[in-house]
């Protein structure tokens, strides 16, 4: 157990709806990053958390939101899902805004199925 | 922007037989350089961070090398073990982004 938390570790919704993906940072941790890991494109970063406030966005797409919750935990909401949003969404996090000095922490994941 | 390419993508070794992964980078202001293992279905897991240009450090039988252009994992006397995708990552300054390449698979027969 890496002391992150991800819920739910599965998840099958159809085309069009509305999923919430939540991540429990390790205790202490202020930075909670999300990344989307389909087989054909690697780790694809998202969004960059650092104490509630967001610091970084990669190529998300509109449809996809998150936040950062004042007891650090964070959710990424998927709407309007399509096919292609199938994948597997990490979250990790770091003590501090870098994870040059300790690493970043991964959680297990959450595998998401559109049909 | 910022980029990181991984070469090979995938990597069959005898057991015994050594190697090196190669990771290159494009960063704007270079703050770190991790290397990750990530098993199949799992999260990636922490290896090592290198910070500047000459820098080294091992763990068992890998040893990360650094240089202003690229890093190398080298795996010495592999085992099955072994057996990973290995993930290289870039973190900026000036973006406060990790910023993934997509792996070398790699596969050690006995």
């Known amino acids: 157990d890496s002391g992150v938390t991800q819920t739910p570790k599965h998840l099958i919704t159809a085309t069009g709806q509305r999923v919430t993906l939540r991540c429990s940072p390790r205790s202490g941790d202020l930075s909670v990053y999300w990344y989307q890991q389909s087989l054909d494109q690697g780790l694809q970063f998202l969004i960059h958390?650092?104490?509630?406030?967001?610091?970084a966005k990669g190529n998300i797409l509109e449809r996809f939101s998150a936040q950062q919750f004042p007891d650090l935990h964070s959710e990424l909401n998927l709407s309007s899902l399509e096919l292609g949003d199938s994948a597997l969404y990490f979250c990790?996090?770091?003590?501090?805004?870098?994870?040059?000095?300790?690493?970043?922490?991964f959680g297990s994941g959450t595998r998401l199925t559109v049909v | 922007e910022d980029q990181v390419t991984q070469s090979p993508e995938a990597l069959r070794l005898q057991e015994g037989e050594s190697s090196s992964l190669n990771c290159s980078y494009t960063v704007s202001g270079l703050r770190g350089l991790f290397w990750y293992r990530q098993d199949p279905g799992k999260g990636p897991e922490f290896l090592f961070t290198l910070y500047s240009a000459g820098e080294e450090k091992e763990k068992e039988r890998l040893k990360a090398t650094l240089t202003k252009k690229e890093s190398f994992l080298h795996i010495t006397a592999p085992k099955p073990e072994d057996s990973a995708t290995y993930l290289c990552a870039s973190e900026s300054y000036n973006t406060d982004k990790l910023i993934f390449g997509t792996g070398t698979r790699l596969q050690v027969f006995p």
């Open positions: 958390y650092y104490n509630g406030e967001e610091r």
């Open positions: 990790a996090s770091s003590e501090l805004r870098t994870g040059i000095y300790y690493g970043y922490t």
